[in-house]
């Protein structure tokens, strides 16, 4: 089948369907609309994309903020999301998540507050990078992202610039 006139389809939903373009599945909607989900032969998936070239990739292209949403709606004592990326041993990565509103605070895990950790058996530790060369500076901001909520950056020369009232960049 093709985009405009899938080998299957569903019932009163003009356009839409499962088909292969040869090396993978889609499913899509809107007719000429090639960018639905894509399964190819390799196992990659892709949403928005074609060829998607990693195991999960996401495309889009439009005028305002593209997100990836993780969602647990339970507020019990241990509840919270979660993406995390595992080295080779499967069991030990780093995360970015959101604690629940009823989660139990430990440490630095602060009821509902966020967190960026690495498991306690990854011996590198944690690296916060700003690769640009020539202008890569670290901010760390609190209560909001205006320039006034600015605390504490670390420049290109590695200087610790602590923010006491207004700080001119």
Do not use: C
């Not at 074609?50 to 990739?57: D, G, K, V, W």
């Not at 595992?86 to 967190?115: H, W, Y």
């Amino acid at each position: 089948g093709t985009a405009s006139l899938p080998s299957y389809s569903f019932t009163n939903l003009t356009n839409a369907g499962l088909w292969t373009n040869g090396d993978g599945l889609l499913l899509t909607a809107g007719g000429t609309n090639t960018k639905g989900i894509t399964v190819t032969g390799a196992g990659n998936v892709g949403i928005g994309i074609t060829s998607p070239s990693e195991l999960l990739h996401v495309d889009t292209s439009q005028d305002s903020q593209t997100t990836i949403r993780v969602s647990n709606t339970n507020a019990g004592t241990a509840a919270f999301s979660a993406v995390e990326a595992l080295n080779g041993t499967g069991s030990d990565g780093t995360r970015i998540g959101t604690l629940g509103t009823g989660f139990t605070t430990a440490g630095g895990f602060v009821q509902d507050g966020g967190f960026l950790d690495t498991e306690v058996n990854l011996s590198g530790g944690l690296s916060i990078l700003s690769r640009h060369t020539s202008g890569g500076i670290i901010r760390i901001y609190t209560a909001g992202d205006a320039a006034s909520n600015e605390r504490m950056r670390i420049d290109i020369n590695g200087n610790l610039i602590q923010k006491i009232g207004y700080y001119a960049a």
